[in-house]
C-alpha cells in the first residue's frame, strides 16, 4: 500500500500538471470563465497538498501534534472556502455576491491558524504556558471581531467598529499576554502585572471611544500613557528571558533604560499636542526621542545576537543518518561493523537484533547528544542523567 505521504504528493502533482495543461489550452481557445476557475481549482488544490505534508510531519511528533491536527484542519477549511469563492457558489445558488467577503474570511483565517500553531507549541513549555493560553484567547476574540466586520453588511459603521475592536483586542491583548512570558519559570517579577492592568484599562478606554466616541484631551494623554507604560512592561520582560553572560547584563539593563525614556519622551509629546503643558516646544523633545530609539533599536539587536551567542550547544551532528552500530559479539567476541535491526553474526551466525534512539528533551524536544549539564540547552527543562 502507498504511504499516504507520496499519495499527497502524486496528487499535488498531477494538479500542477492538469493546471498547466488548462491554462496553456485556455490561453489557444476561448473558453470562458469557465476554464479558468478550473485552473484555480487544480491550482488550490496543489496548495493544499503542499500544505498538508508539514501538518503531516508535525501531527507524526507528539510535541506538536496538536499544531500539526490544527494546521491541516485550517488547510481543508481553507480549501473549501477557496473553493465556494473560485466557482461563486452564493452568487450561483442565492444571487448574492460574497467575494470580497469570502476572500477576506480566507485571509483572516489563515493568519490565525499559523499564530495558533505557533502557539500551541509554545504551549508545551510550562514558563510560558500561560502566555500561549492568553494569547490563544486573544486571537481567537480577535479573529471572531474581524469575521464579524467583514460580514455585517447592514451597517458600514458598526462594521468599522468592529474592525477597530478587533485591532484593539489583538494589540493589548499581545501587550498583556508577552508581560505574562515566563511566569512560571524564571522570570519571576511582580511588576509584570502592572503592565497587565495598565494594557486592561487601555483597552476599555479604547473600546469606549470606539463605540462611545467620548473623547478629550487627558483621555487621549491617560490612554497614552498606559500604554507606553504597558508596552515598556513587556519590552522588559522580553528582554529578561535573554541569556546573557554576567558581563553582559549591564547592556539588557541599558536597553530597557532606553525603550522607559523613549516611552517617557512619547508621552511628554503626547501631552504637549493636546496643549496640556502650555507652550513646550516639541523639538528637542523629538530629537532626544529618535535618539533614545535609535538606541533601544540597537540594544534589541544585540541581545538577539548575544543570546544566540550564548545558547550552548552541547553536540554538533554531522547531518547522517545512523544506519550501522559497532558491537561485539557476545558469542565469538568478534569486533563488527553491523546495520541497524535484525542481523547476524558475521562470525558465529549468531542473530543480533540492535536499535537506537536519540535523546532529546521532553519538553522541547531539542537533540541532547553529548549533554554535559542537568538541564535542557534549549528550555531548561531538567533531564535525568
Not at 251 to 259: D, P
Not at 347 to 363: A, F, N, W, Y
Request: proline share 3%.
Amino acid at each position: 500500500m502507498m504511504p499516504a505521504r507520496n499519495v499527497i504528493l502524486r496528487i499535488m502533482l498531477w494538479s500542477l500538471g492538469l493546471a498547466a495543461a488548462t491554462g496553456v489550452l485556455t490561453v489557444f481557445v476561448q473558453y470562458g470563465d469557465f476554464m479558468w476557475r478550473v485552473i484555480g481549482t487544480e491550482v488550490c488544490a496543489a496548495v493544499a497538498c503542499g500544505l498538508i505534508l508539514p501538518c503531516i510531519a508535525l501531527i507524526d511528533r507528539r510535541k506538536t501534534r496538536e499544531a500539526g491536527m490544527l494546521g491541516m484542519i485550517g488547510v481543508v477549511v481553507e480549501f473549501i472556502l477557496a473553493l465556494i469563492a473560485i466557482w461563486d457558489l452564493p452568487r450561483t445558488l442565492a444571487g448574492v455576491g460574497w467575494e470580497e467577503e469570502l476572500w477576506f474570511t480566507i485571509v483572516i483565517l489563515a493568519v490565525a491558524t499559523i499564530v495558533a500553531m505557533g502557539l500551541l507549541k509554545l504551549n508545551r513549555q510550562a514558563e510560558h504556558s500561560v502566555t500561549a493560553r492568553t494569547e490563544l484567547a486573544v486571537v481567537g476574540a480577535a479573529t471572531c471581531t474581524f469575521l464579524i466586520a467583514v460580514w455585517w453588511n447592514r451597517s458600514r459603521n458598526v462594521s468599522e467598529n468592529c474592525a477597530e475592536t478587533g485591532a484593539a483586542i489583538l494589540a493589548l491583548g499581545t501587550i498583556a499576554s508577552v508581560c505574562l512570558l515566563g511566569l512560571g519559570g524564571p522570570v519571576r517579577r511582580s511588576w509584570r502585572w502592572g503592565g497587565v492592568i495598565c494594557a486592561a484599562v487601555a483597552f476599555a478606554m479604547w473600546l469606549g471611544d470606539i463605540w462611545i466616541g467620548s473623547g478629550s484631551d487627558i483621555g487621549r494623554a491617560s490612554f497614552a500613557a498606559l500604554l507606553i507604560t504597558a508596552a515598556t512592561v513587556a519590552y522588559a520582560i522580553a528582554c529578561l528571558l535573554c541569556p546573557l553572560k554576567p558581563t553582559q547584563v549591564w547592556l539588557r539593563g541599558a536597553t530597557i533604560a532606553a525603550a522607559a525614556l523613549t516611552g517617557a519622551l512619547i508621552e511628554l509629546l503626547v501631552l504637549t499636542d493636546c496643549h496640556l503643558l502650555g507652550r513646550v516646544d516639541g523639538y528637542w523633545i523629538e530629537r532626544c526621542m529618535a535618539a533614545a530609539g535609535i538606541v533601544t533599536g540597537c540594544g534589541t539587536l544585540a541581545l538577539a545576537v548575544l543570546a544566540r551567542m550564548n545558547r550552548r550547544v552541547d553536540f554538533e551532528m554531522d547531518g547522517g543518518i545512523l544506519t550501522e552500530i559497532v558491537v561485539v559479539c557476545p558469542r565469538c567476541r568478534k569486533k563488527q561493523t553491523l546495520p541497524l535491526g535484525d542481523t547476524t553474526c558475521t562470525g558465529c551466525r549468531l542473530r543480533i537484533s540492535t536499535r537506537v534512539e536519540e535523546p532529546r528533551c521532553p519538553t522541547c524536544d531539542y537533540l541532547l547528544f553529548g549533554l554535559t549539564s542537568d538541564r535542557c540547552p534549549e528550555c531548561g527543562t531538567a533531564i535525568d542523567k
